[in-house]
């Protein structure tokens, strides 16, 4: 069990000048920049859950992380990894989580992927019985058997990063964390590594928290998701609820005459965003506030349709439109 | 023609007045490796058969001090490139294409880059570090005494010789850095080449020590130009004609190694192109 | 018994990835070889022109000088990591994952390289020192031999725990290897005798940065019984335990400050 509990981190940056002047006031006289990167989160992940841990780049997430695992001190506030600092008793967590930081490996680069294996096999005192146990359900499920021999630095990307989740769940780690764990992967890989992920969850019952910016990652694999946007969480709930909450809403495409545009098309109502994309129409609205039927009869008449798709708007949708309407709503202030 | 390197002259200047302001660091590792071999030359000096005021193969214990001094700090005025290094990450990154494609040469570029820190290290540095050397040196009795007129023309020699010495130092780190290509063991070629040169270009020890058959050998070397001749031509302990001799010889290295580096850079550059990056 | 278990197997992990690059461990040895040989042709050299240096001998010069390479040799086997963490390591965040294992960090740090280098210096300095010892006469004691091999062993020691603790200050100011060079560049004043340095150089290079203790007074003590033997022993025991023991407080100290960078 995970507990966040009014969890802030405030970094102090010293301001560096442009050019050569500015290199050299900045020997004399330091500036410093505060930026809260985390600032006053609270909350808790259960047992057996799987977190989807999103925001925009540095929206605070890999400090959070970082924090959960132990090798960033909170400014302030705490979390409890079964009721342990990890920052704090930094060993004692360590035997009971896995991390993956997708950007950097964990593995020896020069030595065969086997070796990196069994040295993590002594240093998290591994048995030999659950280590061969663990093999095998690392082989089937990252398909890592393959290129055991070979030494990391000859492996693509997409096997280094299955090697590096292989490396991070082999201690059968009680929790994982990935930061980014499908980043730069084509499809088919990010599709082995959710199934990995699934597998893990089901059968030995691990919580992971995973950040991403992939959206089919989230709905593939989390029954729950974190959104955070400066510091600060602006959603924590269920998927499902995260659609609800932000209305029925649905999306129209249109073929339409190529005189027709967004710009100068006659409005409906207010409730009814128009843009186009890709050379088609696109209507977005909320149908529990404007009718469906009308929304069709106004693109019919008054847009001249010549085709149509209606679709539920995707959860990327969702989070797409939230962190621009916030985005939106900052760029106002100034 | 030359414009285009420009940018990579002023981004050396950069690198150069951003790193080189450990400056400090750098004062205290050198003042006790100076005052280590002060005190291993006064004992030296104390123990040979003349005494203190003995001449050791042309140095008087005075000129040795001096020497040290400003070995010490033409090397640090003149060495200062990271072109190993870079050539190493470019090589170990695959960055090393987008110089390719560019059109610009590449040996051109790190030649621009260290002429740059070259300048800078001399404005900033150099100019306060001879002088107060220069001048507490002489203040002690510690340098010869300099005839006036003929000091100016030394002076202007030892710049030649100066500048000399940065580019030669430039093109053989150039040359062990494309060696990178052929091993990773870039730590190891770093060291060969330091090495190399401390030991062959007089800075560990006068030239003038050696015995004579690899002394003659050496003579015909690059590596003196890159160290005890611009530093004796400055102490005025070669004359005219010595002191051009030098600037010939080093100046024929510095086309032939040039020269050199092209080859093996385009050795080199097949090799990658086998490999796949 | 664990951790003597779980070294072995990071060391072997060490050296297969040394095997990986057979051709470039060949290049670093030699230039390892070539640039101690250089020292020493450099100090062969300023003998050649004079008798004696401050009353010593060619041949006891070339002693002490072989002797400073055995414990520098010791500790470049086994502490090389040091260095990356001191100039490299934390600056680039390069040590999350050490953090992140349940195993001390600064065990790891050792665990993670091993230099064979260091037998080329050790074979070197040992070469060195018996083509000196043949030109002189010296009188073999039980006492003087165990004092050169406590200097060499205990000297490892307290060079190994001078870089531990230079190298933690890395933890707090992100980068301090310059500083390690400092210290560390001691260590070519003792391999000359102490007699050519002046008072306070000797009094630093005894009590303060004791190279001294270990290199020069343990050949003093063979070449002319200078020191009792055992006393030495004793006392450059004694030095190496405060060392390693401030040295790993200190260590303990810092790291507890470290911080990954952020984002």
């Known amino acids: ?334 | 023609m030359l414009k285009k390197y420009k940018p990579f002259l002023r981004a050396g200047a950069m690198d150069t007045l951003s790193y080189r302001f450990n400056i400090l660091i750098w004062a205290v590792i050198t003042v006790f490796q100076v005052a280590c071999l002060v005190f291993l030359w006064l004992a030296v000096y104390r123990s040979s058969a003349g005494g203190m005021d003995a001449e050791i193969h042309g140095f008087s214990f005075r000129e040795m001090i001096a020497y040290v001094v400003l070995t010490t700090v033409f090397n640090y005025v003149t060495f200062n490139n990271d072109t190993l290094w870079n050539i190493n990450n470019d090589i170990r990154k695959g960055t090393i294409g987008n110089y390719l494609i560019k059109p610009i040469s590449y040996r051109g570029k790190f030649a621009a880059t260290s002429f740059g820190s070259l300048l800078t290290m001399t404005l900033l540095f150099g100019i306060p570090f001879y002088a107060a050397a220069l001048l507490t040196l002489g203040g002690l009795g510690f340098l010869p005494d300099l005839s006036f007129p003929a000091f100016f023309v030394h002076l202007g020699l030892f710049l030649v010789a100066g500048l000399f010495a940065s580019l030669l130092n430039d093109v053989i780190a150039y040359i062990f850095g494309v060696f990178c290509f052929y091993t990773t063991a870039s730590w190891g070629l770093n060291s060969l080449k330091e090495t190399l040169i401390s030991f062959l270009s007089g800075t560990l020890l006068p030239l003038a020590f050696f015995p004579a058959g690899l002394r003659e050998v050496v003579s015909w070397m690059p590596f003196a130009g890159m160290s005890q001749n611009p530093v004796l031509i400055l102490m005025m302990k070669y004359d005219l004609a010595e002191s051009l001799r030098c600037l010939a010889l080093t100046g024929t290295w510095i086309v032939a190694l040039e020269l050199f580096a092209k080859l093996l850079f385009s050795h080199a550059i097949r090799k990658v192109t086998v490999q796949g990056g | ?263």
């Open chain 3, 1 to 263: 018994m664990r951790y003597v278990h779980l070294y072995l197997t990071c060391i072997k992990r060490s050296m297969i990835s040394r095997l990986e690059y057979k051709k470039d461990t060949l290049v670093a040895l030699s230039s390892f070889f070539f640039s101690n040989l250089c020292s020493l042709a450099a100090l062969y050299f300023i003998l050649q022109s004079i008798p004696a240096l401050a009353g010593y001998s060619l041949p006891e010069v070339g002693f002490f000088y072989g002797f400073s390479m055995l414990p520098i040799a010791l500790d470049h086997l086994f502490s090389d990591e040091l260095w990356l963490v001191a100039y490299r390591r934390v600056k680039d965040g390069d040590m999350d994952m050490h953090f992140l294992r349940p195993v001390p960090v600064l065990f790891q740090v050792f665990a993670e390289t091993f230099q064979p280098e260091g037998f080329g210096e050790l074979i070197l300095g040992a070469a060195l020192i018996a083509v000196c010892a043949s030109n002189l006469t010296v009188t073999v004691t039980f006492g003087s031999v165990a004092v050169l091999f406590v200097g060499a062993l205990f000297g490892a020691a307290i060079i190994t725990s001078l870089k531990i603790a230079v190298a933690a200050l890395a933890f707090i100011f992100k980068r301090s290897g310059p500083l390690l060079q400092v210290v560390y560049n001691f260590s070519n004043y003792a391999k000359y005798p102490l007699a050519i340095y002046p008072d306070f150089i000797r009094v630093l290079l005894i009590f303060v940065l004791p190279f001294g203790l270990f290199i020069s007074l343990p050949v003093d003590t063979l070449l002319y019984g200078k020191h009792n033997p055992w006393l030495l022993c004793g006392a450059i025991i004694g030095c190496a335990a405060v060392f390693f023991a401030l040295a790993v407080w200190v260590w303990t100290a810092c790291e507890r400050r470290y911080e990954s960078t952020g984002s």
């Open chain 1, 1 to 334: 069990m995970i507990e966040v509990n009014e969890l802030t981190k405030v970094f102090r940056k010293p301001v560096r000048g442009e050019g050569l002047s500015g290199m050299v006031k900045t020997l004399f006289s330091r500036k410093y920049e505060e930026t809260r990167a985390v600032d006053g989160i609270n909350f808790t992940v259960p047992d057996g859950e799987i977190v989807g841990y999103i925001g925009a780049n540095g929206a605070g997430k890999s400090t959070t992380i970082k924090m959960m695992c132990g090798i960033l001190t909170p400014t302030s506030g705490s979390v409890t990894i079964d009721g342990l600092e990890p920052y704090r008793k930094r060993r004692q967590v360590a035997q009971n989580i896995g991390v993956v930081f997708g950007q950097k490996t964990q593995l020896w680069w020069d030595i065969p992927l086997i070796e990196s294996f069994k040295v993590l096999k002594e240093i998290y005192q591994i048995s030999d019985t659950d280590y061969a146990e663990r093999m095998d359900f690392l082989g089937e499920v990252l398909d890592v058997t393959r290129f055991l021999s070979q030494p990391v630095r000859t492996l693509s990307l997409g096997e280094r990063m299955r090697a590096d989740l292989a490396a991070s769940m082999i201690h059968n780690p009680r929790i994982l964390f990935l930061d980014e764990p499908t980043i730069g992967l084509d499809v088919l890989v990010k599709e082995k590594i959710r199934r990995a992920i699934h597998a893990l969850n089901r059968t030995y019952g691990t919580t992971v928290v995973l950040t991403t910016h992939d959206m089919t990652d989230i709905e593939d694999l989390c029954s729950r998701i974190i959104l955070l946007e400066k510091g600060k969480i602006l959603y924590d709930g269920a998927l499902k609820s995260l659609k609800n909450r932000f209305g029925n809403l649905k999306t129209l495409t249109l073929t339409v005459p190529a005189e027709i545009r967004a710009e100068t098309a006659p409005p409906l109502s207010p409730e009814l965003t128009l843009s186009e994309e890709e050379g088609r129409l696109v209507l977005r609205f909320d149908a529990d506030r404007l009718a469906l039927e009308e929304v069709i009869q106004y693109a019919f008449r008054e847009l001249r349709a010549m085709d149509m798709k209606l679709a539920e708007i995707s959860v990327g949708d969702v989070v797409k439109t939230i962190l621009s309407q916030q985005e939106a709503a900052h760029a106002e202030k100034i």
